[in-house]
């Protein structure tokens, strides 16, 4: 087993994952963005839960930010439907990017990752998922260039992180094909919060559970 290696042996191992990960996602987002440049993206509609949706996308990055020493908050408030109809994979897409990013580029204290319900009816949910950090914030100059294909916040980013510039011109497309709409706040010293606003619609499920508004 990889524990039982000798040290050179693990730090070389790790390093193989490290390197086959990254290029694993790189290969991903070119896909992902050449599909969507292609308008051959198609979406599921099928039922879920978002706020099992939001607790295993933060679990998988939970060991990411306790490697940093960060804080990891998740939270549905009231009102967001047990269930709702749409593409769980590309969801969970979307917010693995945004919380993704905010522990890579937070070097202290937290990530929140929160949904709530902005409005709900009978036949349809539009809900809010805000993902906010602690980081070093952006300038106005920086958030302009954050969705364009191929840029990054800062031309020092790939060089100390990595990646295409792809992840959230992918994310602002998806979350555009979800009838959605995504804005950064921002500034320097104070951290980031990225709002992405999506519809969904509301199953059979939903409308016994009474967690509607006719």
């Known amino acids: 087993e990889l524990a039982d290696a000798p040290p050179r042996v693990q730090e070389y191992l790790e390093k193989i994952r490290t390197a086959s990960e990254s290029l694993l996602g790189i290969v991903n987002d070119i896909l992902d963005f050449s599909k969507m440049e292609a308008g051959k993206l198609q979406l599921e509609r099928i039922p879920f839960k978002p706020e099992d949706i939001i ?3 933060a679990s998988l990055l939970s060991a990411r930010a ?3 020493g960060l804080e990891l908050a998740v939270g549905a408030m009231p009102g967001v439907p047990m269930q709702v109809l749409g593409d769980p994979t590309r969801l969970s897409q979307v917010l693995t990017n945004l ?3 905010a522990i890579k580029f937070t070097e202290a204290g937290e990530v929140d990752l929160t949904v709530e319900p902005v409005h709900v009816t009978a036949t349809e949910a539009y809900l809010r998922f805000t993902v906010s950090d602690t980081g070093p914030g952006m300038t106005e100059a920086q958030q302009a260039r954050l969705f364009q294909a191929f840029s990054q916040a800062d031309v020092s980013t790939t060089r100390k992180h ?5 992840g959230l011109a ?3 497309q998806l979350v555009e094909s979800m009838d959605g709409n995504i804005s950064v706040q921002s500034a320097p010293g104070q951290g980031s919060e990225f709002t992405c606003t999506m519809l969904f619609g509301l199953c059979d499920k939903c409308k016994e559970s009474g967690e509607i508004e006719d």
């Open 162 to 166: 990595g990646g295409t510039g792809l």
């Open 170 to 172: 992918i994310t602002k």
């Open 66 to 68: 306790r490697e940093k």
């Open 99 to 101: 919380l993704g990013n």
């Open 55 to 57: 607790e295993r996308v």
